[in-house]
């Protein structure tokens, strides 16, 4: 069994996207600049907004965190997002989910400048990916191609079971891992709640990719011998013996299903990292863009 790095992978891919922003400095141009904007006070959202600003000044990009109350309407919010578009200073931002229920999501993926849309979420960007063509991929999904490319995990002709359909993940994964090219090209089930005998399905599948938020779902007698499982589970599990009274478990029971399988994500230290790593390369590709305009208008 192989372990499937994501913190490891990560930091190389920081690594990389500094060098680049090096180089962007040494040439005297403008370095990327990401924007975050959170409404309320939720916990997860504010930590993992958090790791975005301190990833940011790794790599040696600008950042601005928006934070806004969780009485924010929606106009308020809608407001804050056209002036985002509007600044030429910024050249990628999200707006962190889950947001306040006065607030469609919706509406808000809608207003955001496709161009300015690292996180992949908007109808344009997700047409495109679907199409087969160049643009922002969620960073989840593009997390997990990243890892399966960099650890040479065959897809071709493979069986991909994604479990969940989400928007975020469970959705385009499937979409990618059966587009032309690598990773992908295996043939894919799409999995979730309504679907029966679940296991009987996951016991067909080369590589199952589980996006439920189940603590410890996908037993041992689900998968079968030298399956490919990667994790994008993640829930606080009560735990009175962690000093922080929680302790962070996906969707895999781990231990057990990591004795057959042959690699595994770990949670955490898996996809969450990897998720980071390519919202940031969302953001250099976002700049690299607008360079381009730029100078097509000279």
């Known amino acids: 069994m192989e372990l499937l790095d994501g ?32 409404v309320g006070n939720d916990g997860a959202s504010l930590t993992y907004v958090g790791s975005k600003v301190k990833s940011c000044e790794r790599v040696g990009f600008e950042s601005t965190l928006i934070k806004l109350p969780s009485t924010t309407s929606e106009t308020e919010l809608l407001k804050k997002i056209k002036e985002l578009n509007e600044d030429d200073n910024i050249d990628g931002f999200i707006v962190q989910l889950p947001l306040p229920k006065q607030i469609d999501t919706q509406h808000v993926i809608m207003s955001i400048n496709p161009s300015k849309d690292v996180d ?17 991929i969620p960073a989840t999904p593009f997390g997990i191609l990243e890892l399966l490319e960099r650890y040479g995990v065959e897809t071709q002709g493979k ?34 709640s309504y679907t029966k005998n ?52 996906g969707d895999v029971d781990f231990e057990n299903v990591s004795k057959k399988a042959s690699f595994i994500t770990p949670v955490p230290g898996g996809v969450g990292p990897m998720t980071i790593a390519m919202l940031l390369k969302n953001t250099l590709l976002a700049r690299e863009q607008q360079r381009m305009r730029e100078l097509a208008k000279k």
């Open 7 to 38: 913190k490891k992978i990560s930091e190389d891919i920081k690594n990389e996207i500094a060098a680049e922003v090096q180089k962007m400095k040494d040439n005297g141009e403008k370095v990327p600049h990401l924007a975050a904007i959170i």
């Open 198 to 249: 679940i296991a009987q399905i996951t016991t067909q599948a080369d590589i199952i990719i589980t996006a439920l938020g189940v603590p410890n779902y996908l037993k041992a007698e689900m998968i079968k011998d030298d399956a490919v499982v990667i994790d994008v589970g993640i829930t606080r599990v009560l735990d009175e013996t962690c000093e922080k009274g929680y302790r962070i478990t």
């Open 159 to 192: 069986h991909t079971v994604v479990i969940g359909r989400s928007h975020i993940v469970g959705r385009p994964m499937s979409i990618l891992m059966g587009r032309k090219g690598f990773p992908g090209n295996s043939t894919v089930t799409l999995t979730h």
């Open 120 to 136: 992949g979420f908007h109808p344009e960007n997700f047409g495109k990916m679907a199409l087969d063509m160049s643009t922002f």
